[in-house]
């Protein structure tokens, strides 16, 4: 094989694997919400003492909910959608800052999971 065509080979494998190697594990994420989230968010059906998540995917964009997750009482100084939800929450609960959602990865595989599933 000539040399351009061996290079050829490798960037076409390295647009194909480097995706998928760091792609956010929504199964991780599972096991992150089961966890953690799943005491106060309902999935359909009523609300526990947060929203429900069912469509939240529909609702909110990837970069908002990475926004929240990182850091809930910073999004709530600016964002008029999330002051709306705690003024709709009947316990008056704001989201804390949970110590995995400070990790990025950790983060983002709870957002595929959201985005996945619900």
Not at 17 to 46: E, N, Q, S, Y
């Amino acid at each position: 094989m000539n040399m351009i065509y061996r290079t050829y080979i490798l960037v076409v494998f390295l647009f194909i694997a480097l995706p998928t190697a760091t792609a956010a594990d929504a199964k991780a994420g599972k096991l992150i919400f089961d966890r953690v989230c799943v005491h106060c968010h309902a999935i359909g059906g009523d609300s526990k003492f947060a929203p429900n998540l069912k469509g939240i995917g529909e609702r909110r964009d990837i970069v908002w909910l990475n926004k929240w997750l990182k850091s809930p009482k910073e999004v709530l100084k600016y964002d008029e959608y999330a002051q709306k939800l705690l003024e709709n929450n009947a316990y008056s609960l704001t989201m804390p800052t949970f110590p995995s959602m400070k990790n990025d990865e950790k983060r983002a595989n709870v957002i595929a999971y959201l985005l996945d599933f619900f």
